[in-house]
């Protein structure tokens, strides 16, 4: 012990091993909010504030497929913050952005089931979408064929296509 510790009273230094100890603690809550986990938690809800905040919808498209191929390669990354982004994205206006987030939710899997509820909804909104185009052909990429492989993998239930439906 050098002189300066030992001037220190216990109390005083049980107090600075606390205070340390809460900064390495993942789930540390400061001002209301909590710090992600993990690093994939991390990537994740990065780009979900990303995706929110842009109003280039060009750019959210673009962030929801980086934010596809993340979770594809993050298959683990099943935490109830990182479903429930996930989830709010389905919401979203743009049909690219929805179909980002069904990506994402199809490789959380079974972990997911809360979000089936918003994919059933996702999917009505794209199949009305889509009628409205006319429905004659399928786009290369839409939400709604997203949601069905999600649904499939999520609760295992089979959706049939939109051509099948109409």
Avoid at 30 to 52: A, F, Q
Wanted: aromatic share 6%.
């Amino acid at each position: 012990m050098n002189s300066h510790t030992r001037n220190l009273k216990p109390a005083r230094i049980l107090a600075l091993i606390l205070s340390a100890a809460v900064f390495c603690i993942p789930s540390f809550s400061t001002h209301g909010r909590t710090l992600p986990e993990t690093r994939c938690e991390k990537e994740v809800l990065v780009l979900v504030h990303k995706i929110d905040a842009e109003r280039d919808e060009t750019a959210q498209v673009f962030l929801a497929q980086d934010l596809a191929y993340r979770s594809y390669e993050n298959r683990d990354c099943k935490t109830r913050r990182v479903i429930r982004a996930l989830t709010a994205l389905l919401q979203n206006r743009n049909d690219g952005v929805r179909w980002g987030a069904a990506e994402a939710l199809a490789d959380v899997g079974p972990a997911a089931k809360s979000a089936v509820p918003a994919l059933e909804q996702a999917l009505r909104q794209s199949d009305a979408e889509l009628a409205k185009l006319g429905g004659g052909f399928l786009p290369t990429r839409y939400s709604g064929q997203a949601v069905r492989v999600a649904l499939k993998k999520i609760s295992g239930r089979m959706v049939p296509d939109y051509n099948e439906q109409h």
